[in-house]
């Protein structure tokens, strides 16, 4: 008998492109995962068109209807027990979560995050990387903890910031790894190869990369 797949939620508030990474990765029919539920903060977002469109519960949660982070989280509880989720993916979601709340799903909740933590935490994380003088940036799949964009850390990739870069053509680059970072993140996860040890995060048979990166790139030899 085959094992049952990892029930997860994913909670989005916008476009929802890393759903879609996780969406489609999912799909894969040796994945030991499954979303069962999206749940939106925001009506009318393009994530819940792309969860329907996979056939997948789309929940809108309006966190304008709540009087308080309590109610709102409260809610979400419900939405995820009935749906039975298991495990929650932050991707894109854009409100903070009460501390009762994040306790609930320790070591059960991820989120992916566009810089390289522990720096820049927060928003606007990509023309704070450029305004710093970064040479490099990416983005980060960790666990969450009470404390906003901290906690154990899985996956990271690199991304070289461009001396002609905007926040939004780095933005892009970051995202492309998102879309590689989080679905593998979550892999892990499902197949039990991923132990938390303080701080650290350890991946059962991991491997490492052995190259380096400069930026700016040593020039040519003639
Ligand atoms: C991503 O950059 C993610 O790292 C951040 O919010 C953005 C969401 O984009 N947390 P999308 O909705 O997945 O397209």
Redesign the pocket.
């Given at each position: 008998m085959s094992k049952a797949r990892l029930r997860v939620g994913v909670l989005?508030?916008?476009?929802?492109?890393?759903?879609?990474a996780l969406i489609d990765s999912c799909a894969a029919p040796d994945h030991p995962a499954e979303i069962v539920t999206v749940i939106s903060n925001r009506p009318g977002v393009k994530?819940l068109d792309r969860a329907k469109k996979a056939g997948i519960e789309a929940v809108t949660v309006d966190h304008k209807a709540y009087p308080d982070r309590e109610s709102f989280d409260a809610e979400m509880q419900r939405a995820l027990d009935a749906a039975g989720v298991e495990f929650i993916c932050?991707?894109?979601?854009?409100r903070l979560l009460t501390t009762g709340f994040v306790e609930h799903w320790s070591r059960r909740m991820i989120?992916?995050?566009?810089s390289l933590l522990p720096s820049f935490k927060g928003l606007n994380v990509q023309q704070r990387a450029i305004d710093a003088g970064a040479r490099f940036s990416g983005?980060t799949v960790h666990f969450v903890t009470p404390e906003m964009d901290v906690g154990p850390i899985i996956q990271q990739a690199v991304v070289p910031i461009h001396q002609d870069d905007s926040a939004e053509s780095l933005?892009a680059r970051?995202?492309e790894q998102?879309h590689r970072i989080y679905p593998a993140s979550l892999r892990w996860i499902a197949e039990g190869r991923i132990r938390i040890e303080g701080e650290r995060v350890l991946l059962d048979s991991a491997t490492h990369p052995d190259t380096s990166l400069l930026n700016p790139a040593p020039e040519a030899t003639r």
């Open positions: 989005v508030s916008g476009s929802g492109s890393n759903l879609q994530a932050l991707a894109g979601f854009m989120n992916i995050h566009p983005c933005a970051i995202l998102e």
